[in-house]
Nanobody
Framework: VQLQASGGGLVQAGGSLRLSCVASGSTLRGYTVGWYRQAPEKQRELVGSITGAGRLNYADSVEGRFTISRNNAKNTVDLQMNSLKPDDTAVYYC?????????WGQGTQVTVSS
């Protein structure tokens, strides 16, 4: 499975971005996909996830602002980020666990200016 994350960029506080994770080589259908982020000098943390059945889970810090959705036909999982804050600045990664191992996308930088 190859995961490609895209959509990052520079945005002012209060703005929005939409990240997309596209999978190739294998389907994401039926598998949990998570979005993680890692800020400078901080550990990678889970932003949210969507199960194969569509069950959603979010970190408290993004609840109500971020929304994860999946499109099985396109083999994508998106992260819609609204009301962005400077604390959301990080490299964002998508992840799935399949065939008994972890797969990570390459990361996309999100920078929120104050």
């Amino acid at each position: 499975v190859q995961l490609q994350a895209s959509g990052g960029g520079l945005v002012q506080a209060g703005g929005s971005l939409r990240l997309s994770c596209v999978a190739s080589g294998s389907t994401l259908r039926g598998y949990t996909v998570g979005w993680y982020r890692q800020a400078p000098e901080k550990q990678r943390e889970l932003v949210g996830s969507i199960t194969g059945a569509g069950r959603l889970n979010y970190a408290d810090s993004v609840e109500g602002r971020f929304t994860i959705s999946r499109n099985n036909a396109k083999n994508t999982v998106d992260l819609q980020m609204n009301s962005l804050k400077p604390d959301d600045t990080a490299v964002y990664y998508c992840h799935t666990f399949k065939y008994g191992r972890d797969f990570w996308g390459q990361g996309t930088q999100v920078t929120v200016s104050s």
